[in-house]
């Protein structure tokens, strides 16, 4: 069965502190890899996506991400964090058959200023 | 604007009363699908669609009821809503699987008392 797991629940950083949110995800056809973010009271966004190619994704608002097939992994990356990237984020995996999104649980940032 | 229109924002009902929560979409999408939030449990699919007259069960379909019978539209019924369907509904589309991420509508708390 496909699934996706994000390790950290609730992250807590400071501004300008270096960012990694994990993601494994359980899948055994072609992979279609997202991260959406949700800031407080609003819908899901998308911040990137891999689908093929180039393993590194940049996304945007200086998001990037790096799947590694081997581990099964897309974690997510910012260089320093700003006080505006408080928000809940999402990985999800996409059927490239069904067109199926399964999400994580998803990961609590919050940015003290 | 490219956009995922959800209809009402906000709702309360009652136990047994029939409801439904409206989406539409302008972008010509074939895949759409019905999310409901809840704190720790992140994004859990309901139902989808990946064309008109074609729908499949997500992962907690029990309680709801869909229909695609335009393209554009994808009404998610509530037959007999009860207080564990409160929750926070989020509908998303996507042009068709593979590299396109889904786009989400604003969202519709439900409240079931």
């Known amino acids: 069965a496909q699934s996706v797991s994000q390790h950290n629940h609730h992250v807590i950083l400071s501004e300008a502190a270096s960012l990694e949110l994990g993601c494994n995800y359980s899948y055994g056809g072609t992979v279609n890899l997202f991260w959406y973010v949700q800031y407080p009271g609003q819908h899901l966004q998308l911040l990137l996506k891999?689908?093929?190619?180039?393993?590194l994704v940049k996304g945007i608002k200086g998001f990037e991400a790096e799947f590694i097939k081997s581990k099964f992994s897309f974690n997510l990356r910012k260089p320093s964090v700003q006080w505006s990237d408080t928000a809940e984020y999402f990985c999800?995996?996409?059927?490239?058959?069904?067109?199926?999104?399964?999400f994580g649980q998803g990961t609590t940032l919050q940015v003290k200023p | 604007e490219a956009q995922v229109t959800q209809n009402p924002r906000y709702l309360i009902t009652v136990t047994g009363k029939k409801l439904t929560v409206t989406c539409s979409q302008n972008m010509n999408h074939e895949y759409m699908s019905w999310y409901r939030q809840d704190p720790g449990l992140g994004l859990r699919q309901i139902y989808y669609s990946m064309n008109v007259e074609v729908t499949d069960k997500g992962d907690v379909p029990e309680g709801y009821k869909v229909s695609r019978k335009e393209k554009r539209n994808f009404p998610l019924i509530l037959e007999s809503p009860s207080p564990n369907q409160t929750s926070l509904y989020f509908c998303a589309s996507s042009f068709r699987a593979g590299g396109y991420g889904y786009t989400f509508g604003s969202g519709t708390r439900l409240t079931v008392v």
């Open positions: 891999y689908f093929s190619g180039d393993p």
């Open positions: 999800a995996v996409m059927s490239s058959n069904t067109g199926k999104l399964i």
